[in-house]
């Protein structure tokens, strides 16, 4: 007499189903966390590519082996044209960098304007800067720039580290009532050179 499985079949059927359920569910591709992390940062990421125009005000430090500076920002973009103003805390003084992708222009610091073919080239010539300020853009808000990047996520699946053209971005805290959410402290460095940045408010211009 054959025994049979409860619902009929043989019960050798039954287990060689079972196996064979089994050797598929072992062949099916699995995603590694990270893995995971990744795909909904490249959601987010597209998210924040489509909204162009974008501001945020709050507090910069910026040093260096050669200077250092820090004050209040305010930060505007459009598209590709960027306003970057820096206020000292102490004097008031306002310097402004604004341009594109293309050109530059430094106002405040000199009697007349500064003109170069980036803002990180005029940063870099007129005050010793080391500031990648179009890849800055993409880090400001979470994201990485064009290229190559290491994405070091935290438990809550936002980035904890963005590593990219011989940068580490740390992302210190989140503003959680934006949608998506955004940084709110940041700190990049790249050998000597640092760069803190404080987030009070997010915006457009």
Avoid at 73 to 79: E, I, M, R
Avoid at 84 to 93: C, D, I, N, R
Wanted: hydrophobic residues 45%; charged residues 25%.
């Amino acid at each position: 007499m054959n025994r049979k499985a409860g619902n009929g079949v043989p019960m050798r059927a039954a287990w060689l189903a079972m196996v064979a359920v089994l050797l598929v569910a072992c062949a099916a591709p699995r995603l590694r966390p990270d893995a995971q992390r990744l795909g909904i940062q490249e959601q987010r990421e597209r998210a924040l590519l489509a909204e162009r125009d974008w501001s945020l005000k709050g507090r910069m430090a910026i040093s260096g082996p050669a200077d250092s500076g820090s004050g209040s920002l305010d930060w505007s973009q459009q598209g590709d044209a960027f306003r970057f103003a820096l206020s000292a805390p102490v004097s008031g003084k306002t310097w402004t960098l604004s341009g594109d992708e293309r050109h530059a222009e430094l106002s405040g610091l000199h009697a007349q304007p500064v003109l170069g073919s980036s803002a990180a080239e005029v940063l870099g010539r007129e005050l010793g800067w080391k500031v990648p300020v179009a890849e800055l853009a993409y880090w400001v808000r979470g994201m990485r720039a064009p290229g190559r990047a290491d994405v070091v996520f935290a438990a809550d699946g936002l980035p904890a580290e963005i590593r990219q053209s011989g940068w580490t971005i740390e992302f210190r805290d989140y503003e959680r009532a934006n949608e998506p959410v955004m940084p709110r402290r940041i700190f990049a460095r790249n050998g000597d050179y640092r760069v803190r940045l404080v987030i009070q408010q997010w915006g457009v211009p």
